[in-house]
């Protein structure tokens, strides 16, 4: 049984710092694209930042969020974890790891992807 856990998310003022956690179990961090998105109210479901594996693996980052955002694996722990500096009040929203991606659409496309976490939320206030 595949499980996702996100962990991190809270409340900060602009031109903070969070890191989120996705502990995971029943799927390997290590050979598994790894992404996480983002969800605003009202808005739809985006991704932020994106570790391939295999050949060609490499690191995605959304426009909004490059230079600021860092993902990064533990693969010992099974853990996919997003650095998150310089928060800005458009971050808000709530974060969510996926993992196993099919990889017949984009990196960035949630449809393409088999598990979920069950989200954390980052508020940022100005």
């Known amino acids: 049984q595949v499980r996702l856990v996100e962990s991190g998310g809270g409340s900060v003022q602009a031109g903070g710092t969070l890191r989120l956690s996705c502990e995971a179990s029943g799927v390997s961090v290590s050979s598994n694209d790894m992404t996480w998105f983002r969800q605003a109210l009202g808005k739809e479901r985006e991704g932020v930042a994106s570790s391939t594996t295999g050949r060609g693996a490499s690191y995605y980052y959304a426009d909004s969020v490059k230079g600021r955002f860092t993902i990064s694996r533990d693969n010992a722990q099974n853990t996919l974890y997003l650095q998150m500096n310089d928060l800005k009040p458009e971050d808000t929203a709530m974060y969510y790891c996926?993992?196993?991606?099919?990889?017949?659409?984009?990196?960035?496309?949630?449809?393409?992807?088999?598990?979920w976490g069950q989200g954390t939320q980052v508020t940022v206030s100005s």
């Open positions: 996926a993992a196993e991606r099919r990889r017949r659409r984009r990196v960035f496309d949630p449809t393409d992807y088999n598990f």
